[in-house]
Structures are given as C-alpha cells and as structure tokens.
C-alpha cells in the first residue's frame, strides 16, 4: 500500500468518493473524526459502506479505524464493522505488540462469530501515539500474524507530550517527533512489516507534502496516510518506483545471480554489496505486488 486516504465513518458521500480517489486504502475513522455522541450511528454507517464496498469487483484495501482499546469503545466498534467482513483495523494508540494481542483475541471471537476465517481482518497499529509506545516500538515482531505495517503519529503524541506545536515554521517535524518516525520506521523492520508515514495536515501545501513525502521515501518508508483525497496523486507518483529505478534494482539481483558466491558485484563501475541486493529484491517485491 502506497496511500491509505482517512474518511469519516459518518459521510456517505465522502465514503462514496473516497471510492474513486485512487487511494490504495481507505481508512474509514470511527475515531478522531466522529464525536462521542455520533460514534453509534457512525459505526452504523461505517458497516452499511463496508457491505457494499467489500462487494465490488475493484476497490481499493478497506480498513477501519476503531477506537483505542484505552477507550472502552472498542469492543462496540468491532461488533458492528467485524460482520461486514473488513480487509483490516487500524488501531489507534497502540502501546506494543502487547496491545495488538489484545486486538488479535478480540478479533478471532468476532470471526468466529461472524463465519469469517481465523485472521481474516489484519491489523495496522498506530505506533507512537503516547509516550508509552515510544519505549514500546521494538515489541511488535512476532506479535500476532495478523500485523501487516506500522505507522505513526504526531498529534496525539504532542498534545500527550504538553508540546505547543510538533512541527517547525518550515513545516518540518520537531525533534520529538522525528524520534517517534524513527522508532516506527525500526519498529516495523524489526517485525518484517510495510512502514507507512503519518498525515501531513497542510493539505493545500502540495510542495511541502512532496517534499515530506520524498523524505520518508528516502528513509524506507513505503507509504504514507493522507487526509485529503488531493494528497493521494502526489503519494502514488512519490511512492511508486521509477522506471530507472526497477531497471536498476533488476540489474543488481541478475548480477549477484550470475555470481552466486560473491560478495560484491561490480555493474557500470560501482561497487554494489548484499545489502544493496536486499534492497533491490524489496524494490521489485512491491513493484510485483501492485501489478
């Protein structure tokens, strides 16, 4: 998954939209974007959206963000959208992989109920949204086959933290919050997952948002979370391999196969080592999955 656009459970309209907008997930929000007093009728919409999306013949993944476990709301969320047979949760604030066990138990009760096969619906955590989970990062590996990525966030995490912003007046992420990407960005190569980048909250800012995007890019992330269905075209383009770039992972894994006892391979005068290979191997891995 390049782009996973948020859409709140409590607009058919938005749902229906966010249905063309060329997103490879959708995060349908239960949580931050639905006030306590909307979360029932929220969730009933969230799960009429899910039968009738998870129907068709070409749609994007399809999540849903539940409450936090902290919240008490989570089981009544899972009860509604569990039937309507959803590719994955996202779970907000998540402290370890402890918490994802949580998640996993509650998960099978509601397949089991529902029909649906054990581990069906995955899970994607919210890694660094307290200051707990922070500490908590290096936990998720082996938690629970049901973890498909980590991903992280800021604005809980300031306001947690008792910051006055998280971000610089250049729109760059502030200290604290470089540490949280670094540690969510560890945390899922640590556990084999995909490492997706958080929302960037000036959406009218596309230089900015490519430039951020470029960044996480760069540093191993494969994805990014967007806010605005204007922000998925910019995600794609940054977050899919160029044409030069397959070429070029493609030469570097026919070289190691054509000299399978070396440790180094040299192609156009540069030196390329294994982890050169592994990275080139993970390149077309991705460019295979989205074909």
């Given at each position: 998954m390049r782009s996973l656009l948020f859409v709140p459970a409590d607009s058919p309209k938005k749902l229906d939209k966010a249905m063309a907008s060329g997103a490879d997930a959708l995060i349908v929000d239960l949580e931050d974007s639905i006030a306590l007093d909307g979360k029932a009728a929220a969730r009933q919409s969230a799960a009429a959206f899910l039968k009738e999306a998870m129907a068709s013949a070409a749609r994007p993944y399809v999540m849903v963000r539940v409450n936090g476990l902290q919240t008490g709301l989570t089981d009544a969320d899972l009860d509604t959208i569990a039937p309507a047979r959803p590719d994955a949760i996202m779970l907000p604030k998540t402290e370890g992989g402890a918490a994802v066990i949580h998640a996993d138990a509650k998960l099978a009760v509601r397949e089991a109920t529902a029909g649906l096969p054990d581990g069906h619906i995955k899970i994607l955590p919210i890694a660094t949204e307290t200051a707990a989970a922070l500490f908590l990062t290096g936990t998720f590996a082996g938690a629970s086959a049901r973890l498909i990525g980590l991903t992280w966030g800021a604005e809980d995490l300031s306001a947690e933290l008792g910051a006055q912003t998280n971000r610089d007046a250049q729109g760059r992420f502030l200290d604290p919050y470089r540490l949280a990407r670094t540690l969510c960005l560890a945390g899922a190569a640590a556990a084999s997952v995909q490492a997706i980048d958080t929302v960037y909250v000036d959406f009218r800012n596309a230089e900015g948002f490519r430039r951020e995007c470029e960044e996480a890019c760069r540093d191993g992330f494969t994805g990014k979370m967007a806010i605005h269905?204007?922000?998925?075209?910019?995600?794609?383009?940054?977050?899919?391999?160029?044409?030069?770039?397959?070429?070029?992972?493609?030469?570097?894994?026919?070289?190691?196969?054509?000299?399978?006892g070396a440790g180094v391979v040299g192609i156009g005068g540069v030196m390329y080592d294994r982890p050169h290979l592994c990275r080139a191997k993970q390149l077309l891995a991705r460019t295979e999955r989205r074909e």
């Amino acid at each position: 998954m390049r782009s996973l656009l948020f859409v709140p459970a409590d607009s058919p309209k938005k749902l229906d939209k966010a249905m063309a907008s060329g997103a490879d997930a959708l995060i349908v929000d239960l949580e931050d974007s639905i006030a306590l007093d909307g979360k029932a009728a929220a969730r009933q919409s969230a799960a009429a959206f899910l039968k009738e999306a998870m129907a068709s013949a070409a749609r994007p993944y399809v999540m849903v963000r539940v409450n936090g476990l902290q919240t008490g709301l989570t089981d009544a969320d899972l009860d509604t959208i569990a039937p309507a047979r959803p590719d994955a949760i996202m779970l907000p604030k998540t402290e370890g992989g402890a918490a994802v066990i949580h998640a996993d138990a509650k998960l099978a009760v509601r397949e089991a109920t529902a029909g649906l096969p054990d581990g069906h619906i995955k899970i994607l955590p919210i890694a660094t949204e307290t200051a707990a989970a922070l500490f908590l990062t290096g936990t998720f590996a082996g938690a629970s086959a049901r973890l498909i990525g980590l991903t992280w966030g800021a604005e809980d995490l300031s306001a947690e933290l008792g910051a006055q912003t998280n971000r610089d007046a250049q729109g760059r992420f502030l200290d604290p919050y470089r540490l949280a990407r670094t540690l969510c960005l560890a945390g899922a190569a640590a556990a084999s997952v995909q490492a997706i980048d958080t929302v960037y909250v000036d959406f009218r800012n596309a230089e900015g948002f490519r430039r951020e995007c470029e960044e996480a890019c760069r540093d191993g992330f494969t994805g990014k979370m967007a806010i605005h269905p204007a922000q998925v075209p910019i995600i794609n383009d940054v977050f899919t391999p160029s044409a030069s770039a397959i070429t070029h992972a493609r030469a570097v894994v026919a070289a190691f196969a054509a000299n399978p006892g070396a440790g180094v391979v040299g192609i156009g005068g540069v030196m390329y080592d294994r982890p050169h290979l592994c990275r080139a191997k993970q390149l077309l891995a991705r460019t295979e999955r989205r074909e």
